[in-house]
């Protein structure tokens, strides 16, 4: 049974910077090297939406209009690690963050697979 754990939210004023991150287990290198992973998020009284996306070679990426130019997202396969790189967080950028891993990607999205993270809270005060 595959298993992801985020780590890396917490309380940031807005314009600051958090970095998430995302261990998925039991998996061979070999296995989530070829993972396209994503991450996805989901504030109060909204639906989940997609933030980002990476392909599973590292070459293509997907960003959400409302997270472009301000977020990052990288894949460590030597770790079986996926990072979100957060930076200029506004107020609006406060929900649940979750990882979810060997879905189908493509340039324009991802359709996750049933493999889900439990969730990092991230809130950004004004």
């Known amino acids: 049974q595959v298993q992801l754990v985020e780590s890396g939210g917490g309380l940031v004023q807005a314009g600051g910077s958090l970095r998430l991150s995302c261990v998925m287990s039991?998996?061979?290198?070999?296995?989530?090297?070829?993972?396209?992973m994503a991450w996805f998020r989901q504030a109060p009284g909204k639906e989940r939406e997609l933030v980002a996306a990476i392909s599973w070679n590292a070459i293509s990426t997907y960003y959400a209009d409302s997270v472009k130019g301000r977020f990052t997202i990288s894949k460590d396969n030597a770790a079986n690690a996926v990072y979100l790189q957060m930076n200029s967080l506004k107020p609006e950028d406060t929900a649940v963050y979750y990882c979810n891993g060997a879905g189908t990607y493509s340039p324009q999205n991802y359709y996750s697979s049933p493999y889900w993270g439990p969730g990092t809270q991230v809130t950004v005060s004004s």
């Open positions: 039991p998996t061979s290198t070999r296995a989530f090297s070829q993972s396209s």
